[in-house]
């Protein structure tokens, strides 16, 4: 998929994330972060271990889940890039066509054979999986695009962390 700034309105909570050098990113990927050799790197969603099924593999990615890159990074690049942790943002993603209610709960689409795409989302009734809320009413029955809010950053457990000296 291409660079698509997926961000629409409201605050922006920038991170700088470092990237591997063989790890492409895409400005709209949704990042997870993840630890090599005592550093946090970002990878794309689309990158994240295959678990069993589709909702196992979202509640997992759900605990990583940083936010949406904002910068782009290509095979052999290593320089830090700006990733999207706000809770207060609404962002646009691409789903399958559906009709979608205010705060229905939304997570990683399942890509080809086993794993999560990296800019396209998907609705889930389960809580423990969602990384987002829809933010306004959706009715057409052959909505492709849907606009969200980040509610899940595993940023924040590490800002609680640090607060409570963890």
Same mark, same amino acid.
């Given at each position: ?31 997870? /972060?993840? /630890? ?22 979202? $509640?997992?990615? $759900? =605990? ?5 890159? $904002? ?6 690049? /290593? ?8 809770? =207060? ?19 990683p689409a399942k ?6 795409? $990296? ?32 509610? #899940? ?8 962390? #640090? #607060?409570?000296?963890?």
């Amino acid at each position: 998929m291409a660079n698509v700034l997926r961000h629409l309105r409201g605050y922006e909570l920038d991170v700088r994330a470092f990237v591997e050098s063989a790890t492409i990113i895409e400005v709209g990927d949704l990042v997870y /972060t993840y /630890t090599s050799a005592d550093v946090r790197y970002i990878r794309p969603a689309s990158s994240f271990t295959w678990d069993t099924d589709l909702l196992t593999t979202q $509640k997992g990615y $759900k =605990l990583v889940h940083l936010g949406v890159a $904002k910068q782009a990074s290509a095979v052999g690049e /290593t320089q830090m890039v700006l990733v999207d942790a706000s809770p =207060l943002a609404t962002f646009r993603f691409d789903c399958a066509a559906a009709k979608f209610t205010q705060m229905d709960m939304i997570a990683p689409a399942k890509a080809a054979g086993d794993a999560l795409e $990296k800019q396209v989302v998907v609705e889930t009734d389960n809580a423990a999986a969602a990384i987002f809320r829809v933010s306004e009413n959706f009715q057409a029955a052959n909505v492709t695009v849907v606009n969200v809010i980040n509610q #899940a950053s595993s940023l924040f457990d590490d800002l609680s962390d #640090a #607060a409570s000296g963890e």
